[in-house]
Structures are given as C-alpha cells and as structure tokens.
C-alpha cells in the first residue's frame, strides 16, 4: 500500500514537472505573445511631410476629419510645443535621425538651396552620423524605412549607397529616396528651382535669337561677321541648354523613383499606386517582425505637393485637395493602427506622431491653396524662426506605460526622440559627440513636470534666426529673433513672390536689438516686446546673447553636404536601373 501511494505520488509529480516545463517552454518560445516587456518595446515612428499643426482636429482644426490621429492623442500624450530643428525637409530629418542639430552633420546650407536637390548629387546625411536606427540594429531590433529619405544616396560612384538608408542602421527600405516633387505628376508649373530655370531657358532664348539675328545679317550681307563666330556662338547656346536641361528636364526620371533596398523598382515611379504600395510594406513588415522587436519608421510622402490622392478621397473634404490628402492621412494612419491591433501588439509598440515642418503657406495653383494651415503661429515653411515653421504635431502612444489623455505644454524637440528611443531599446547615446536631443520618458510618464530643454537654437541653414529661452524658474519661454524674412506682399504672412523664403541677402531683415516675444503670453508673435514695455528686456537679451556664445562654442567644422558642389546634379552618381541614360523601369512589367 506505501509502495502503491509512494509510486502514485511519484507519477503526479512527473506530470507536473512536465507541465512547468511546457509552460517554461512556451514562455521561451513566444515571449512575443506571452510576456509583456514594457522596458523593451517595438516602435512605430510616423512622420508627416508638411503638415501644419493647424491641420488636425487634436490640434484645433473642426473642418479637416482625422479620427484616427486624433484618437492616437486620447490614448496617449500630445505635445503642443514640439519644436523641429529645421523649418524645411532635409536639416529636420536630418536632426531627428541623429539626434543633433543638422548644423553639427554639415546638413544645413550656406547658399539658397535650403534641401538636397538631387538623388545625383553626392551631398547626404555623413556615414559617420549614428541614427536611432543604427543604435536600434545593435540591440537586436529589425528596423525599416518606408516612404520619404531625403538624405542622400551617393557619394563617389552610382553603386556606393553611402547616405543610403541601409548605410545608417536600417535592414530594409522601400520609399523615395528622393521627396514628392510637381515635376513627378508632369506638371506645367515646376517646382525644382523655378525662377532658376526660368533664367536658364530666358539666357537660352536670347542665344537663339541673336544666332538667328547673325545667319539673316549674314546672309542679307547687313553684318560682316564671319561664320566661325556664328558656329560657335550656336555650339556655346546648344552646350548651355544641354548643361541644364540634361538635369532640370528629365527631373520626373532622375528624382522621381522609388527604391527597394539598393534595387530601383519603378524609375519613373507611378503615383496612382504609391500610397498603396507604401500601406502594403508597412503592413507586411509588422506582420513580419510580430514576434521580434522591431522599429518601423514610416516616413510619409502626404502631405507635400503635388498631394497625390486616390480617387478614394479626392472631393471628401471641405478643403480641396489638400484637405483631401489630409484625410488620406488620417486613414493611412488608421490603417498602421489596426495591423497593431490586430497583432496585440498595441501594449508593447510605443508609437510616435509628428511633422518634419510647418505647412507650405506659399504652395498655391491659381486661388487654390496647396499647403498646410499651422493654426494661429505666424508663418511657415522655409522660415527658420517664425513658429508656424517650426511648432508641430507631436502625439506619443504607450498604452498601460504612458498617461492616456495628457497634455503637455512643455517645449520639447523632434530631436528628443533619439535619445528617447534609444534608451528605450536598452542602447546608449554616443559619447563621442555632442546630442542636442533630451530623453523624453520622465515629462511623458509625469516623473518630472518641465522640459529638459533650456534653450533651443533656430537657424534657417547655416544662418541663426532665432532663440528661444525655457526660463524654468519661471516657466516663461522667451524667443528672440535675430533674422525675419521679407513678406512678399508686405501683409501677407509670406513670401509669395520668392516662393519660399530666403535665410539670408536682401530676403531677411536683421534685427538689433532683436525682436522679443513672450511666448508664454503671445504665442502667435504678435506684440514683440521692448525695453519700455518688459522691465526683464535687456537681461533676457543678455542671457540669450550669452547663450548662443556658448552653443557657438560647441560647434565644430564639419564637410558642408549642402554646398553648391554637393548639391548640383552629377551624371555619374545618378541611380539608374538601366543603362545610363536610358533609365525607365518597372517592377511590375518584368517577367
């Protein structure tokens, strides 16, 4: 009878040894689905181009649909002062993938030409630059770009990929590596370099006719030139029309493509199917990674011009076609959302919302506006200091870690997000260099009540146009500007003859003193302050004056990607997937 009961006992303590180990099996295998890891959690980093804070319904817009957006904010953290580095594409993106103001990776410009301006060019984001993405790869993330680069693809040869994304911490990339242009839907009115293209066809016009003029004076015997001159006056016009019109006439071929890895799958790529074929990815690369941690940053073509549309959306709106695109957003947006969802994912995947600017106030076609509205901060796009360049959405998503329906009015930076994520994903920051970025997590999760941030520094390129003071013992924020551009009309908010504004020349008007504004008290900037008005004036100049000595000082001399050199279009570095240059191709007609 012992024997019987000892053997029995025996048997029930086997069996439950292997249901722990099948439980401990289990858990092993499919810490994914078991296991809620908050320390370590996927990311779905979403950016939007151009998009103006006033744009979206969380943000004050009641005519503009964005549900989905909206909805992310409830559930989450909204920033109301998320600052970009920049006010055009290019420095932002810059910024936010490393962290560091673009004026430390030499991706801010000295000249006119604010952005890259070709995928043949050899400027970029440096490979020495470490992103959020190559930190990320490191700790055993799968990482993926979809959609917009903007940063570059190579430096000395057609094949290098030196600026490519697959060169800065991502294992795949399917997007642009380029931006949206109007010159990729055929467009009369271009939007590459305009006014310069105008004077090239203006000089090579006047060539024509003054060929012309000599051969009929020549030939009516009225002019005793000699036909070598009339040759080579004809040979200099025809070399100065192929100089420019062999890159600004073929923009929709040379820009215009879309890239898988290394590979060009569509040269010129085809808008009607962009915004699904970008869904796709995103979707398919979620359902991919479920099981392992992974950093998806989608990189939005909506909303920059020429704001392609499905047939889906277009006339929805109460805004034309830009509002259109906007609810396009929102739904694409959605989308993203619902495979999180539909993966329980969405306790473990920290989500993050913003664009890389204000909207394009000077984007018109005829009375039709094209651009975004950024509520009520003056200015927009291309203006380094004005706040409707540079104050955009920012919404941040962590359900069970991060309080639901906060809001937080405190000055923090797309550039906030590196050291945030990576601390998340267990990395390190690099010590090796200056980061101007402030981890996130203790304003997020209510740890601490004020932004890290003390001063942050607004330049248009290489050119400081404004300062902006957080005075924590206070909680005031001051900002100063040094450098405003000319309104073009004068009333107008913007620069509508230029197209966009200048950072420097007879674009700008300098201000000495500066102009002062509580942004605390007058966030539209429109009372700036006086030594008669604020008693605090002359101290908060000094202490800003000093504070730009000091930020001065940490900088250092880097390679200038944007210069004039980098950033003219080179024939030999120009991605081509067939023979240069017979570049024309599509993924979905091959065999």
């Given at each position: ?23 401990w ?6 810490p ?28 004050g ?21 998320h600052i ?7 420095p ?45 790869h ?5 990482t ?14 057609r ?39 105008d004077t090239y ?7 024509i ?19 070598k ?23 929709k ?7 898988r ?11 009607q ?27 939005l ?31 694409m ?27 394009f ?8 506006q ?11 796009k291309g203006?380094?200091g ?23 009015d ?20 690099p ?36 300062v902006?003071?957080?005075?924590k ?7 100063a ?36 504004f ?52 080179k ?21």
């Amino acid at each position: 009878m012992y024997l019987f009961h000892k053997t029995e006992n025996n048997e029930v303590y086997r069996e439950k040894q292997w249901r722990c180990l099948k439980i401990w099996l289990i858990l092993c295998l499919f810490p994914r689905t078991c296991v809620s890891n908050p320390s370590k959690p996927n990311f779905l980093l979403i950016l939007a181009d151009d998009l103006g804070i006033g744009d979206v319904g969380c943000y004050g817009n009641d005519t503009i649909r964005t549900p989905n957006i909206d909805g992310l904010a409830k559930d989450g953290v909204r920033l109301t002062q998320h600052i970009a580095a920049a006010a055009v594409c290019t420095p932002s993106r810059a910024a936010f993938l490393t962290g560091r103001y673009p004026i430390r990776s030499g991706m801010a410009s000295s000249t006119e030409r604010q952005v890259l301006f070709w995928n043949g060019g050899s400027g970029g984001l440096p490979p020495n630059e470490t992103t959020f993405a190559r930190i990320l790869h490191q700790q055993g993330y799968s990482t993926a770009l979809v959609g917009k680069w903007h940063m570059g693809v190579n430096c000395k040869t057609r094949h290098d990929h030196c600026h490519h994304p697959l060169n800065h911490g991502f294992d795949y990339f399917y997007g642009m590596p380029f931006t949206l242009l109007n010159e990729c839907q055929g467009s009369d009115d271009p939007e590459l370099a305009k006014s310069l293209q105008d004077t090239y066809w203006f000089y090579t016009q006047m060539i024509i006719l003054a060929v012309f003029t000599l051969v009929i004076g020549k030939l009516a015997n009225l002019f005793p030139v000699k036909w070598k001159i009339i040759i080579c006056l004809a040979l200099c016009g025809l070399l100065h029309f192929i100089s420019w019109f062999s890159s600004y006439g073929f923009t929709k071929h040379w820009n215009c493509i879309l890239m898988r890895n290394h590979d060009i799958t569509e040269q010129p790529m085809n808008l009607q199917k962009t915004t699904s074929n970008m869904l796709k990815e995103a979707i398919t690369f979620i359902e991919r990674n479920k099981h392992r941690p992974f950093l998806l940053f989608v990189s939005l073509l909506h909303v920059h011009t020429p704001l392609i549309t499905t047939e889906k959306f277009q006339g929805r709106s109460r805004h034309g076609l830009y509002g259109d695109n906007v609810e396009e957003m929102d739904w694409m947006v959605g989308r993203l959302l619902d495979v999180i969802d539909k993966e329980n994912l969405k306790n473990t995947t920290f989500i993050y919302f913003a664009s890389d600017h204000g909207g394009f106030l000077e984007a018109r076609r005829g009375n039709s506006q094209l651009g975004g509205w950024n509520g009520i901060y003056k200015g927009g796009k291309g203006m380094g200091g004005w706040e409707g360049g540079i104050r955009v959405p920012g919404i941040v998503r962590w359900p069970g870690v991060l309080p639901a329906g906060t809001v937080i009015d405190e000055p923090t930076s797309l550039m906030d997000i590196y050291p945030t994520v990576v601390q998340l994903a267990g990395g390190t920051v690099p010590q090796d260099r200056a980061t101007d970025g402030h981890t996130l997590l203790p304003l997020l999760q209510g740890t601490e009540q004020h932004s890290r941030h003390e001063f942050l520094f607004h330049c248009c390129g290489l050119f400081l146009h404004a300062v902006r003071w957080h005075q924590k013992h206070s909680g005031t924020v001051w900002k100063a500007h040094y450098a405003t551009p000319v309104f073009q009309p004068e009333a107008s908010g913007a620069c509508f003859r230029r197209g966009i504004c200048p950072c420097f020349g007879d674009g700008v008007i300098h201000h000495d003193p500066p102009l002062l504004f509580n942004l605390s008290q007058d966030p539209s900037e429109a009372n700036p302050l006086s030594a008669d008005t604020e008693p605090l004036f002359d101290t908060v100049v000094r202490r800003m004056r000093r504070a730009v000595e000091e930020h001065c000082m940490t900088l250092t001399p880097v390679p200038q990607q944007l210069s004039p050199y980098n950033n003219i279009w080179k024939p030999w570095l120009q991605p081509c997937c067939g023979t240069f240059p017979f570049c024309w191709c599509n993924e979905n007609n091959k065999t």
